[in-house]
């Protein structure tokens, strides 16, 4: 489906900005020589701890993660939207997928500007979590519209 695509292309998008992160906290380490001494070990054992982490995560989510909104999808049609076909809700749910990848690469993009300039900081943070939340909120808000959409065409066809 083309919506599972979407899903997985934005996993790989969000990853870009993990592993960022994760490059960025090994410079700090080698600028620091974090590897060497009495927490050397324990740095490197950090270090791949955080590989083994974001390589499951990534691949849970690239894996597992489209039949579980699948699922989430299903279930809330169920509950609010039962006359409202499988085919057309799933249609509903592919036409807002689309905003996805992009809302991920916004995301990704905001969370690697803030990893760059150095974290933290009231005016900073703040106006990236909005942007978070907007980027966010873009995605899932045209989802609720498109599945809205469906309802209201199944209600219009059947009236």
Same mark, same amino acid.
């Given at each position: ?33 974090? #590897? +060497?001494?009495?927490?050397? !070990?324990?740095?490197?054992?950090? /270090?791949?701890? $955080?590989?083994?982490?974001? @390589? *499951? ?39 807002? #997928? +689309?905003?996805?990848?992009? !809302?991920?690469?916004?995301?990704? /993009?905001?969370? $690697?500007?803030?990893?760059? @300039? *150095? ?41």
């Amino acid at each position: 489906m083309l919506r599972h695509r979407r899903l997985r292309a934005s996993v790989l998008i969000g990853s870009l900005a993990f592993w960022f992160e994760y490059a960025n906290f090994l410079r700090q380490g080698f600028e620091q020589q974090l #590897f +060497v001494g009495e927490y050397g !070990a324990h740095f490197c054992l950090f /270090a791949f701890g $955080i590989v083994v982490l974001l @390589t *499951g995560g990534t691949y849970l989510a690239w894996r597992f993660g489209p039949p579980m909104i699948d699922g989430v999808s299903h279930l809330l049609r169920y509950l609010f939207a039962r006359r409202t076909s499988v085919k057309e809700w799933d249609d509903a749910s592919d036409r807002a #997928f +689309v905003v996805l990848p992009y !809302a991920a690469g916004g995301a990704a /993009a905001a969370w $690697i500007i803030f990893a760059a @300039t *150095g974290y933290g900081g009231w005016p900073k943070h703040f106006v990236l979590c909005c942007f978070w939340n907007a980027f966010a909120a873009w995605f899932y808000l045209t989802l609720l519209y498109r599945w809205r959409q469906a309802v209201q065409n199944c209600r219009n066809t059947s009236a």
